[in-house]
């Protein structure tokens, strides 16, 4: 029971990151403060998709799955497991990965904006 527990959390808490990471940029245009640490959660989906990683979620989840007696993922992970060919077709993971990245560029962009409307209304007129 203990193994699934740890499997089903690291499901769970994996899927909190891919969707943090996906839209934490949206969440920095209410607490701006938030956004470095979307900026690291960024560049680490990014280093993961590019080079190729396994993202350690990824062996915790398959290592308490296989302990409880179930079958753990596969080699290509949990975006191919629980997401490519369910949420979307196979054939459009290149597709969903650019509109992620479309996402976070625009709302870092986003945020760039009200970051300096913010600024300039704090600015008192000098006349």
Do not use: N
């Not at 900026?39 to 080079?51: D, E, P, R, W």
């Not at 308490?64 to 191919?80: K, N, S, V, Y």
């Not at 976070?104 to 913010?118: D, I, M, Q």
């Amino acid at each position: 029971m203990l193994y699934r527990i740890i499997g089903d959390t690291a499901m769970v808490i994996h899927l909190a990151f891919i969707l943090y990471m996906a839209i934490g940029g949206l969440l920095a245009w209410r607490w701006p403060r938030t956004f470095w640490v979307h900026l690291g959660c960024a560049l680490y989906g990014l280093s993961i998709s590019v080079v190729g990683w396994t993202c350690p979620l990824t062996y915790v989840e398959s290592w308490g799955r296989e302990r409880a007696g179930q079958a753990g993922l596969t080699e290509e992970g949990f975006i191919d497991h629980y997401l490519t060919g369910v949420i979307y077709p196979a054939d459009h993971l290149v597709t969903v990965q650019a509109g992620v990245g479309v996402v976070v560029v625009l709302s870092w962009a986003g945020l760039a904006v009200l970051t300096l409307r913010r600024r300039r209304a704090k600015v008192p007129d000098p006349a």
